[in-house]
T-cell receptor, first 112, second 116 residues
Framework: NAGVTQTPKFRVLKTGQSMTLLCAQD?????MYWYRQDPGMGLRLIHY???????AKGEVPDGYNVSRLKKQNFLLGLESAAPSQTSVYFC???????????FGPGTRLLVL | AQKVTQAQTEISVVEKEDVTLDCVYE???????LFWYKQPPSGELVFLIR??????QNEISGRYSWNFQKSTSSFNFTITASQVVDSAVYFC?????????????FGQGTRLTINP
């Protein structure tokens, strides 16, 4: 039982490049979330999903897209990376709407 | 608006001292949850506790204890007899249910350093 995993752990991109971050959970959780963590700002919600095939915008969705084609996977895409997207990205999952969110180990992204 | 304030940006104490991390929140909701997460130097986020707005009982787990007071909108975290392994950034978070999902609002975090 791996919990929540994230791929890759670290990535360097050039401005304008695209990439996809993968989040996978093996706990059969319905709810999945993507956050970004910037120095001094805590975590902020980018997008979330309340179940397979659904996605919705969070607090800071601009520049990102997501997909939840399979219940266990939640993908975060950057179509044209910008230096402002340099951050640490965390994925989380939860079994129910009122339940605790469990986080993955994070992906460190540097956009040059 | 939802807001969580952790006024202590950094705290440094000597091992075995007791330390309290403050968390003050703002919400108009009557039903909500409060959380504490730990982020050690390795970077992952570790869940510590969840408390719902109707349960004001204090919680104790080993050396950790939490004091929830709705009257002052505070959810403070105390580590007794601190150890070097407690060194981490600690986040307080507030949840609300919007559009069928739980939205967590995090404080800025408190960096705790325990010196040997």
């Amino acid at each position: 039982n791996a919990g929540v995993t994230q791929t890759p752990k670290f990535r360097v991109l050039k401005t304008g490049q695209s990439m996809t971050l993968l989040c996978a959970q093996d706990m059969n959780h319905e709810y999945m979330y993507w956050y970004r963590q910037d120095p001094g700002m805590g975590l902020r919600l980018i997008h979330y999903s309340v179940g397979e095939g659904t996605t919705a915008k969070g607090e800071v969705p601009d520049g990102y897209n997501v997909s939840r084609l399979k219940k266990q996977n939640f993908l975060l895409g950057l179509e044209s990376a910008a230096p402002s997207q340099t951050s640490v990205y965390f994925c989380a999952s939860a079994p129910g709407v009122q339940e605790t969110q469990y986080f993955g180990p994070g992906t460190r992204l540097l956009v040059l | 608006a939802q807001k969580v304030t952790q006024a202590q940006t950094e705290i440094s104490v000597v091992e075995k001292e007791d330390v309290t991390l403050d968390c003050v929140y703002e919400t108009r909701d009557t039903t909500y949850y409060l959380f504490w997460y730990k982020q050690p130097p390795s970077g992952e986020l570790v869940f510590l506790i969840r408390r719902n707005s109707f349960d004001e009982q204090n919680e104790i787990s080993g050396r950790y204890s939490w004091n929830f007071q709705k009257s002052t909108s505070s959810f403070n975290f105390t580590i007794t007899a601190s150890q070097v392994v407690d060194s981490a950034v600690y986040f307080c978070a507030l949840s609300r249910i919007i559009q069928g999902a739980q939205k967590l609002v995090f404080g800025q975090g408190t960096r705790l350093t325990i010196n040997p």
